[in-house]
């Protein structure tokens, strides 16, 4: 018995043996033949000076030794094909992946795209609708825009403009209810969306900060903020727009927010990276050109009243 690592050639193939539970099967995945994979793993087995394997009659299992090497085996393995994906998108410049939530995607990204790919005519975007976080290096992305309140410390983390939430309808629901007041007879859509938040921002803040108290309790419930923007834009009714969300829909008027106050969510939208790769050609265009998108409805905060985090 030896602490000196047997070759890699018959670690792959016990690693394969272990996870199929069948030599054939595993020398079909290998390419290689059944009796190639039965040398390699009796190599293995000969170096370790036990048996990995029970040979039953049309089977195989792991003998304790076995049940010891395959988890470390497999997830060496994965590290490896984790580490040799990253290397080889050092290589790339011309791929981007990006993640990014379903309403980020649906009511940011995807209006913006034309201007990105026509700037930018030799990068492949690739996206994928998600919310959940993810290893940016095991799920092969370059660039994930997430929503939430704190930095993460082990990623380039570029914090986007602030975010805030205020009253936003079509102009012809807004000729209708004219004042705040009339507000309380008016059709109320709910983003439940960011209740996650520590401090979620309500309707009733909104009215407590118009010095009109008012607790709207009915009304659709959306679980996802482009189905409760895509509900004020055929006419439903009215809801609390997020900044990101709802900029380009107000700089082109099919929404309008009548009553300029707007309440601080206390998160942003970030823009985040593995460290070191956000000087990528790639990944450098998309952050420059999402903050050049920034600054183009930058105006729409001009006139509003946002009120400090603590006054609600």
Not at 51 to 56: C, Q, S, T
Not at 144 to 161: E, K, N, V
Not at 200 to 210: C, E, G, I, R, S
Request: net charge negative.
């Amino acid at each position: 018995m030896t602490n000196r690592l047997p070759p890699l050639t018959a670690l792959r193939a016990f690693d394969a043996a272990a996870r199929h539970l069948s030599f054939a099967q595993a020398a079909a995945e290998l390419n290689v033949t059944p009796a190639a994979l039965s040398f390699q793993i009796k190599s293995l087995e000969e170096h370790l000076g036990a048996p990995l394997f029970r040979r039953l009659n049309r089977a195989v299992e792991l003998t304790e030794a076995g049940a010891a090497l395959s988890h470390g085996a497999a997830e060496g393995f994965q590290t490896l094909a984790t580490a040799w994906r990253a290397a080889l998108r050092t290589q790339d410049t011309q791929t981007l992946t990006v993640t990014a939530g379903p309403a980020f995607t649906a009511k940011w990204l995807a209006p913006r795209l034309y201007e990105f790919a026509q700037t930018h005519p030799e990068i492949e975007l690739r996206f994928a609708a998600a919310l959940h976080r993810m290893d940016l290096m095991r799920d092969n992305v370059d660039v994930a825009i997430r929503f939430g309140t704190g930095p993460s410390p082990d990623l380039y983390t570029l914090p986007l403009a602030e975010e805030w939430v205020m009253p936003v309808m079509t102009p012809a629901i807004a000729a209708q209810f004219p004042t705040v007041e009339s507000l309380h007879n008016a059709p109320i859509i709910f983003d439940d969306s960011i209740n996650f938040l520590d401090t979620p921002v309500t309707w009733a803040d909104w009215f407590a900060a118009m010095n009109a108290p008012f607790i709207p309790t009915l009304g659709p419930r959306f679980s996802q903020s482009d189905h409760a923007l895509d509900a004020a834009l055929a006419g439903v009714g009215i809801v609390m727009g997020r900044r990101a969300l709802v900029v380009k829909d107000l700089a082109e008027g099919r929404l309008v927010a009548p009553f300029p106050t707007a309440l601080p969510t206390g998160a942003r939208f970030s823009f985040l990276c593995l460290k070191g790769m956000e000087t990528r050609p790639q990944i450098a265009a998309f952050r420059d050109w999402m903050l050049e998108e920034i600054e183009k409805t930058a105006h729409i905060t001009e006139n509003l009243n946002l009120l400090e985090f603590s006054a609600r």
